[in-house]
């Protein structure tokens, strides 16, 4: 037999490598039927192939069924071989948009069959699950192009590793596969606005497959550049439409294990927002303000650093929309036309809001409506507040203004349903723009009153709420009480009158000066003093009558509202130039000139004269906020209170003297 030469050794090792070869080049060219012949001539001889190896080129080159199955029956190993730049070979059949769906399916029951770390779980450099790459390179194409397979593969692999749906990314924001499909219309740039519906839809649809296999991934708390936030969070920060928002209240709520769970509605970032804050500063539409207030009404009592409350940013919000209107800008003059009488949708509406919903539940006429009526604006001036938010003559003309205009479409709403008429009325965007304003008032009116736990008797009364509720700025309370003027004269379950309610309307450290600001400067000076106006103004518009009822404590507004005072006043922390005791006084003063006979009424809790009320209440108030050093100012506050409470009638002291 022939001694092999060293030269015929060579020329066999020369054939293997070309032979080797020529797999990749088979798999570059895309001869597939040759390739597949490759295979199964030599299968071991892709057991140490470098990278890439032959099932990442294959599947990157959208290889067919044949040709991928001969190569995992090969080497399955591989399956699960990740390349820093490029991800595993399941990334790359992701990427390539010519890559059947049955070809990801068999990608993915070899996977399941494998021990270790899923495919769907493992990150390529960027941190990017295929997942993410299937939302980041197709969603553009799945909206542009009937057919795409997107959903279908996007539902394989949820289902094939429903914890692939959360597995963050390596950015900035750390965010999972979840916010990619919440937030993917970010992914389709060359789309226009006639899309915007579809994109809703299929958004709709990513989010509905993903939380139908993992529920809890609603609930799942991401840490991020502004700390944490979940996919509710996302979802109105984005502004989703409120069926995708409703879906995933859904899905938490159904997924809670314990009813003291914390809940992603309530969930502050690390400027102290929560969903809602994102719902009043973007003017997201209605619907999605009422169904977030309703699943957590908490959140609506909620203050953010800034010491701002969702409805202090609808005010604000709605101010900034009425300056661009006032002053000419884009779609200024737009109408729309709607019916007089507009059928209600099928959900429960307050008698307060009936008038001012212009939402119908239909997903296209009302998504017309609010992006070109009223649209919501974008991250980088959602946080906006114009200084012309500060001055009170403004705000008093502005908030008149809408009064107006809420009354007026409350008499043509009630007109036409009276006549029973159907004719189509012009809309200006002053007037969508404020009836959208009263029905996100009244939303999270009625749900800080749930968020209280107030008892009212018969129908809920605005007014109480909105005096009652520290988070109601003063001129959404003006506005409430110059639309129901009648309510001053009704009760709740504790015998107060809204007068009452303002007048125990508890203060906090917002509502003084400050000599540096608590939060942003703006939003310091806009809740200054806020709770005296309500309680300045309240008193001008009250008939001087309730002056002299009592509630079911047998507490006058006197009795209340010194309580409130001098319990507020121990709130200061250090002597400052201007305080509002002054005004104050002046406003005890006034309350005392129209029922002098008050001075005369003890107290039905603590049993005292209102002049002792004031120079006893102290001492409790200052327990109360130990931790302010200075005490000096309450002091004042308290013992002048007394002298001029005595002033008014000096034989009370004898009177209570002789008690």
Wanted: aromatic share 6%.
């Amino acid at each position: 037999m022939k001694r092999p030469s060293e030269e015929d050794s060579n020329d066999s090792c020369s054939r293997k490598e070309e032979k080797t070869e020529s797999l990749v080049d088979l798999l570059s060219q895309g001869r597939w039927d040759d390739a597949l012949q490759n295979i199964r001539s030599n299968p071991s001889s892709l057991e140490n192939t470098p990278d890439p190896t032959p099932l990442a080129l294959a599947c990157r080159s959208g290889a067919p069924y044949e040709c991928i199955s001969a190569l995992l029956e090969a080497c399955p190993k591989h399956l699960r071989r990740v390349l820093d730049s490029r991800g595993t070979p399941l990334h790359e059949a992701i990427v390539c948009e010519n890559t059947e769906t049955s070809v990801i399916e068999l990608l993915l029951r070899k996977d399941e069959e494998m021990e270790g770390d899923r495919s769907t779980l493992l990150q390529d450099v960027d941190g990017f699950t295929p997942l993410h790459l299937l939302i980041r390179r197709r969603f553009q194409t799945h909206i542009l192009q009937e057919g795409t397979n997107l959903l279908q593969i996007l539902e394989l692999l949820v289902r094939s590793c429903p914890d692939a749906v959360i597995v963050p990314d390596r950015g900035e924001y750390e965010e999972p596969p979840l916010v990619y499909a919440i937030k993917a219309n970010v992914y389709a740039p060359v789309l226009g606005f006639e899309d915007d519906n579809r994109v809703e839809r299929q958004i709709y649809e990513m989010v509905d497959c993903m939380l139908r296999y993992n529920p809890a991934a609603a609930g799942r708390v991401f840490t991020g550049f502004r700390g944490q936030y979940t996919a509710l969070h996302s979802a109105v920060f984005h502004g989703r439409c409120t069926d995708t928002i409703e879906l995933i209240l859904r899905a938490e709520a159904a997924s809670l294990t314990s009813p003291n769970q914390r809940r992603a509605a309530l969930l502050q970032n690390t400027q102290g927002e929560i969903p809602l804050h994102f719902c009043a500063m973007r003017s997201e539409r209605p619907r999605t303000v009422a169904v977030i207030a309703d699943a957590a009404p908490e959140g609506v009592l909620k203050k953010d650093s800034s010491g701002l409350t969702p409805l202090h940013w609808l005010w604000i919000r709605f101010v900034s929309t009425l300056l661009t209107l006032e002053n000419g800008g884009r779609g200024t003059n737009v109408t729309i036309a709607l019916p007089s009488r507009r059928p209600l949708p099928l959900v429960e509406i307050s008698r307060y809001a009936e008038f001012a919903t212009l939402e119908q539940g239909n997903f296209d006429a009302d998504s017309q409506l609010i992006k070109r009526m009223d649209p919501s604006i974008d991250f980088l001036r959602m946080r906006h507040i114009p200084i012309e938010i500060l001055a009170d003559s403004d705000c008093l003309r502005r908030a008149s203004r809408s009064v107006e205009l809420l009354r007026r479409i409350r008499e043509q709403h009630l007109e036409a349903i009276r006549t029973n008429s159907d004719e189509m009325k012009e809309w200006t965007r002053e007037e969508v723009v404020t009836a959208f304003f009263w029905s996100k008032v009244i939303s999270l009116l009625q749900s800080a009153n749930k968020a209280a736990g107030v008892p009212f008797v018969g129908e809920r009364n605005l007014l109480h709420i909105a005096l009652s509720s520290k988070c109601c700025p003063s001129w959404i309370c003006y506005m409430v009480a110059q639309m129901y003027p009648e309510e001053w004269m009704l009760k709740d379950g504790k015998g107060r009158l809204p007068l009452h309610c303002a007048a125990g309307r508890s203060w906090d450290r917002w509502d003084w000066p400050c000599p540096e600001p608590l939060g942003d400067a703006t939003a310091t000076k806009l809740l200054l003093y806020d709770s005296l106006r309500i309680m300045k103004w309240a008193l001008d518009l009250t008939p001087p009558e309730v002056l002299h009822i009592v509630d079911n404590d047998s507490r006058l507004v006197l009795h209340h509202v010194i309580n409130t005072f001098v319990t507020a006043s121990a709130l200061i922390s250090r002597p400052m130039q201007d305080d509002p005791f002054d005004d104050m006084l002046l406003l005890i003063r006034n309350i005392v000139r129209l029922n002098p006979d008050a001075l005369h009424c003890r107290d039905g809790v603590t049993m005292l004269y209102p002049f002792q009320q004031a120079a006893t209440r102290t001492t409790a108030a200052v327990s109360h906020h130990s931790q302010h050093a200075s005490i000096l100012r309450s002091d004042l506050l308290s013992v002048s209170l007394a002298y001029e409470l005595l002033r008014e009638s000096p034989t009370i002291l004898e009177i209570a003297r002789g008690h």
